[in-house]
């Protein structure tokens, strides 16, 4: 009997994700429910406020609601799910912070229930299914086969406003963490560390991987039109969507020559982890620890695994604007098997992107194709 972590997650999984479908009725159940493996769909992912494909919140009953959560819970720490559940609700703030004025086409343009679960093949068995949890500012992707959760990126998680009041004396900064650790590591770099972490004196204006399916080596930042499910045909939609691109990167004072001093490459940019301290390589480690860490702690132990010891040595750090607090900054980390990549630089330095990605692995790349040698070859 295989009693291993990721075969007890996927067990969880599919019974949430059999316990939700079981409760939607037919017309609920063609949104929720696609064949597998439906790739051109399931390999869609978005952090826009767009259409994430799938049963959105809003067109569920509350019970049902409640069984979707169970299934988004299956795929996070308790950490993981707070934070998730943190963003969602922060769509009120970012409605009040604009005036609820903002409506991107539909009733209301800031939503804590337009978010999208769908669910890929038939959960339990082993045959592979997946499922994915997606609407602004989070993307979930979730793999199961023979069983075992096999993949859990991309991983995306944002936040607007990044920081906001509360009653007391400290705000609420969902992504704080991950912001203050990679400033207080690269801050801790001598001259000759620093000289090769930082790739450009200005910050992209988003994470430069964008929401692409693939990561391709030469990449340059995706234009925030291009990000969308789709193109708007409301000409004022449309317009809105190029001047938020266009002021952005004008304001950032963006040139060609850093977008492509940011580019992504197959080779890492920025200083390897073999060049820091150890204390600075703790650092990293418990930097890196907080996005593997949004995933169950069973397999965040198993993700963290590939990177102990001396295998953290081919991760590199690499930094674009300032790092000063409050300035516009962006970093990724890159390594085999590794692309994390956090942006704060729009709605001045208060609207973060970060993502967690296996380029390899993503959606399960590498595990379908070992999958479809074993039982098809």
């Not at 939700?20 to 063609?30: C, H, K, M, P, S």
């Not at 081919?314 to 930094?319: E, K, N, R, T, Y």
């Not at 994390?340 to 973060?352: C, G, K, M, S």
């Amino acid at each position: 009997m295989n009693d291993s972590p990721a075969r007890a997650a996927g067990d969880r999984a599919a019974a949430a994700a059999a316990a939700w479908l079981a409760a939607l009725d037919d017309d609920q159940r063609t949104a929720a429910a696609w064949p597998w493996p439906s790739d051109d769909e399931r390999h869609r992912w978005y952090y826009t406020p767009t259409d994430h494909g799938g049963l959105a919140l809003t067109d569920m009953r509350p019970a049902q609601r409640g069984l979707a959560m169970q299934l988004v819970a299956t795929g996070l720490s308790r950490a993981g799910y707070g934070t998730v559940s943190t963003i969602m609700g922060l769509e009120n703030v970012l409605d009040l912070v604009e005036g609820f004025q903002v409506d991107w086409g539909r009733e209301r343009g800031r939503d804590p229930q337009m978010y999208w679960m769908r669910v890929f093949g038939e959960p339990g068995g082993d045959a592979p299914w997946s499922w994915r949890f997606g609407g602004h500012h989070i993307s979930l992707n979730v793999l199961v086969v023979d069983g075992e959760v096999q993949a859990s990126t991309p991983c995306f998680l944002g936040a607007d406003p990044a920081s906001s009041p509360l009653l007391g004396p400290h705000p609420l900064r969902p992504l704080g963490g991950v912001e203050d650790l990679a400033r207080d590591l690269v801050r801790s770099l001598d001259e000759e560390q620093a000289a090769h972490a930082l790739i450009s004196g200005v910050a992209p204006t988003d994470i430069v991987g964008g929401n692409r399916s693939r990561i391709g080596d030469g990449d340059l930042m995706m234009r925030l039109p291009d990000i969308w499910r789709g193109y708007f045909t409301e000409a004022r939609l449309a317009d809105r969507v190029e001047a938020m691109h266009q002021g952005a990167e004008e304001k950032a004072g963006a040139s060609p020559e850093h977008h492509e001093a940011v580019r992504l490459t197959g080779v890492p940019k920025g200083v390897p982890a073999s060049d820091l301290t150890a204390g600075q390589q703790d650092q990293l480690r418990a930097l890196l620890g907080l996005y593997l860490g949004r995933i169950p702690d069973e397999l965040a132990e198993r993700e963290a695994a590939k990177f102990a010891g001396d295998r953290l040595h081919g991760v590199h750090l690499a930094w674009a604007g300032s790092t000063e607090p409050g300035r516009p900054h962006y970093y990724r980390l890159q390594g085999p098997r590794l692309l994390v990549e956090y942006d704060n630089t729009q709605r001045d330095v208060n609207h973060v992107h970060s993502v967690w990605r296996d380029p390899e692995n993503d959606f399960g790349y590498d595990v379908l194709a070992q999958h479809r040698a074993r039982h098809h070859s």
